[in-house]
């Protein structure tokens, strides 16, 4: 729930797995996000994240939690962890928040169970898959067809585009979407989690009506933070961008045994299927 301007005390069930109960103010961005994009599954937020495992297993008899940033999360004991790691990330003058990027130093990775390397050169500067104590796993982008909420013509890559995007890297973005085939009239970047106002996107469509753009491109990130500005004066879509671990079939395997190892430390179930106790 990072950067919710409605934070509470206690848990916010963002979805109940049927329907989007939250605003983005209430949820945050990326857990808005993730309910738009993940029927059937609960998205909840809290400050204190086992008190929002604990109702999500009460309320929705879920069985697996999934933490967003949770590798540094001391205070919740976790079964499986997974760590995206670049390659700039263990260059030798990498450094941690609030100097640098990382929210932890290198060594940390030998926590991990999984490290997943967003590009080449992690091989090249980090532990080799053989010979590390974790497992490691390549990562494939695919960049998709932009979503509009409506049919519209002229949605496919060759109408001119204008892209925003405040992520991390918004230059990484503009890129995908160039060498997606988007034709790009010109590009407005963001600072990470930036909350849009009626003067941005004003100011971001004034720029793109006079660069000669029929619509604005974004991240799904941004789109819900856009969302409270509906109707928007141009057709707005978003470009999902899915990462996969490679192989997934590998992983697959992998994480299925991780998990089922981790059940099989878990204290035994009544006959209700409830836990006598959990931690």
């Known amino acids: 729930g990072y950067g919710r301007r409605e934070a509470t005390g206690g848990v916010v069930v963002v979805s109940d797995g049927r329907r989007v ?9 990326e857990p808005l996000m993730l309910a738009r994009a993940l029927p059937g599954v609960p998205v909840l937020v809290a400050a204190e994240r086992a008190a929002a495992g604990a109702q999500a297993e009460a309320a929705y008899d879920v069985t697996v939690t999934i933490l967003d940033d949770g590798f540094q999360h001391l205070q919740l004991d976790r079964d499986v962890d997974l760590v995206i790691v670049a390659g700039e990330d263990l260059e030798a003058d990498a450094r941690t928040l609030p100097g640098g990027r990382l929210r932890e130093p290198p060594d940390t990775l030998l926590a991990a169970d999984a490290v997943l390397a967003a590009d080449a050169r992690v091989f090249a500067l980090g532990p080799q898959p053989r010979n590390a104590p974790f497992e490691v796993f390549s990562m494939r982008r695919t960049m998709g067809a932009a979503q509009f909420g409506a049919p519209l013509e002229g949605s496919g890559p060759a109408a001119r ?7 991390a890297r918004p230059q990484d973005f503009f890129e995908g979407l160039r060498a997606a085939g988007h034709d790009l009239a010109g590009t407005s970047g963001f600072r990470d989690h930036h909350r849009y106002s009626r003067r941005d996107l004003d100011r971001v469509v004034g720029a793109a009506k006079a660069a000669g753009a029929s619509r604005l491109l974004t991240t799904e990130k941004d789109f819900v933070r856009l969302l409270p500005f509906r109707p928007f004066p141009l057709p707005v879509g978003w470009v999902p961008l899915t990462m996969e671990p490679d192989p997934l079939p590998e992983f697959r395997r992998w994480l299925a045994g991780a998990l089922a190892g981790a059940r099989d430390l878990w204290p035994q179930t009544d006959a209700t299927g409830s836990n006598d106790t959990l931690d």
């Open 161 to 167: 585009s204008f892209a925003i995007a405040g992520i």
């Open 21 to 29: 109960l939250a605003s983005v103010e209430q949820a945050g961005d």
